[in-house]
């Protein structure tokens, strides 16, 4: 693996971009999807194209991948939300092959038509059993951006608002959106703000759906979930968390940070994602049966796509009910180690944010680096997100390290040595 800041004028050819710029064009011919070929061959030409890259099996704390030139790397991961390691966990496998020779490779079906099967029934129960509340019921999406967009659309109609928190992720944004609902922004985590904007809204006559997370996917802070169901109540706004960043991680039964908040009797909605944690693919909204029996019969994204796919529901079962005992217990107490220690070896040397939980930050800012920052992150051995807008603000670009309960002690250290040395070399380390 060598360094590679040896072609500076290619490097600004392809990295005075930013991910917007292609996508404001108007008019019959397309200028924007030319200009994007252009931009995308100079980026192939200087072999820099980090993203899309080819994983060559399981997303282990060990990782090998190989780029659009053929070039192979062998990386430390902390690109992949596989949180537990369900993955590629024996048992979770055994369990989704048993689950695939007896059902198939795919629903082939509409949940509400032909695409159900027992096993997707079981989880259901399981999860409802997990979270031990009484009429609550499971409604299962083939993924975390459906339950959101499904569940959302569904259940605001036009003329009713949606509050989102600044930070919401992408599906949160996209489920209002389709909703047709009337949308309000609130300061990340800003409660006072939150009030603000609820006593403005007609929360008389119309319906209110208030949003936030659990664990928030690009700060890595958590949630002020008490208090923002507090006040949504005061003035009768319905609550959704997604904890799709913290189920099975967050709270001491692995129930998510509305667990670790006692705020589980308070929370109307609860969406969960099967591709972090579980280790698998899919999501769910968790709630009281009258809203999830409506939500099955309603969600677009459910009503009019197949349904999750039955082998990998197999392995979810397994998941789950790893994470709910002794396995889970000890993985959780791993995984907060292990990110307090990757912390305490970023913290005060480079910005991470408010970072508190398994996803930590390093804010570089200008997303133009983007593109060298990756390249020279993968050479240095590490396979690592970075996000730029629109997925967070403008000149608030980040590398996002996922840390799992899987990592060693020297993978952190190595994650971390790694990163402090790309912030010295791209000049991003704290004064
Ligand atoms: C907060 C949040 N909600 C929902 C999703 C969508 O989940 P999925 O990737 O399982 O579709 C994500 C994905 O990263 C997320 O971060």
């Known amino acids: 693996m060598t360094e590679r800041a040896d072609k500076p004028e290619m490097m600004e050819e392809y990295t005075?971009?930013?991910?917007?710029?292609?996508?404001?064009?108007?008019?019959?011919?397309?200028?924007?999807?030319?200009?994007?070929?252009?931009?995308?061959?100079?980026?192939?030409?200087?072999?820099?194209?980090?993203?899309?890259?080819?994983?060559?099996?399981?997303?282990?704390?060990?990782?090998?991948?190989?780029?659009?030139?053929?070039?192979?790397?062998?990386?430390?991961?902390?690109?992949?939300?596989?949180?537990?390691g369900y993955s590629y966990h024996p048992e979770v496998l055994a369990a989704a092959k048993e689950a695939l020779d007896l059902y198939g490779l795919g629903a082939t079906g509409s949940p509400l038509l032909n695409g159900t099967f027992q096993i997707h029934k079981l989880l259901e129960e399981r999860i409802v059993d997990f979270f031990g509340q009484e009429d609550y019921g499971v409604s299962l999406f083939s993924s975390g951006y459906g339950a959101n967009v499904g569940v959302i659309s569904a259940f605001i109609h036009k003329g009713d608002h949606v509050v989102l928190d600044r930070s919401s992720h992408a599906s949160l944004i996209d489920g209002a959106i389709l909703s047709q609902g009337k949308i309000s922004l609130f300061r990340h985590n800003d409660v006072e703000f939150l009030e603000k904007v609820l006593k403005r809204l007609d929360h008389k006559n119309s319906r209110i759906l208030v949003c936030c997370e659990g664990v928030y996917s690009t700060d890595g802070d958590y949630g002020h979930l008490k208090a923002i169901g507090e006040v949504s109540k005061k003035y009768g706004a319905t609550v959704l968390v997604d904890e799709a960043h913290s189920l099975l991680v967050a709270g001491e039964n692995g129930r998510g940070v509305c667990e670790e908040q006692g705020v589980l009797d308070e929370v109307d909605m609860i969406i969960a994602t099967f591709s972090k944690s579980f280790g698998g693919v899919g999501g769910c909204l968790y709630a009281k049966k009258d809203i999830t029996n409506y939500i099955n019969y309603y969600a677009r994204s459910r009503m009019f796509s197949c349904a999750l796919d039955p082998a990998v529901t197999g392995g979810l079962v397994k998941a789950l009910e790893l994470a709910a005992g002794e396995d889970g217990r000890r993985k959780r107490k791993r995984i907060i180690d292990n990110a307090n220690y990757l912390r305490s070896k970023l913290e005060g040397k480079v910005d991470i944010g408010s970072s508190t939980s398994w996803i930590v930050p390093v804010i570089y800012g200008d997303e133009r680096l983007t593109l060298p920052l990756s390249d020279y992150l993968q050479r240095q051995g590490i396979d690592i997100s970075l996000m730029m807008f629109p997925a967070v603000p403008k000149n608030r670009s980040r590398i996002r390290a996922f840390v799992t309960s899987e990592h060693s002690l020297e993978q952190l250290e190595k994650g971390a040595e790694v990163l402090l040395k790309a912030a010295d070399k791209f000049n991003f380390l704290l004064e």
Do not use: C
């Not at 030409?45 to 282990?60: I, K």
């Open 16 to 84: 005075d971009y930013t991910l917007d710029m292609f996508s404001r064009s108007v008019g019959r011919d397309h200028a924007e999807i030319r200009q994007f070929a252009k931009w995308r061959k100079l980026v192939e030409g200087a072999d820099s194209y980090t993203f899309e890259v080819s994983h060559l099996a399981a997303q282990r704390p060990k990782v090998a991948i190989r780029r659009e030139s053929g070039e192979e790397f062998d990386l430390i991961s902390f690109a992949s939300y596989n949180y537990l």
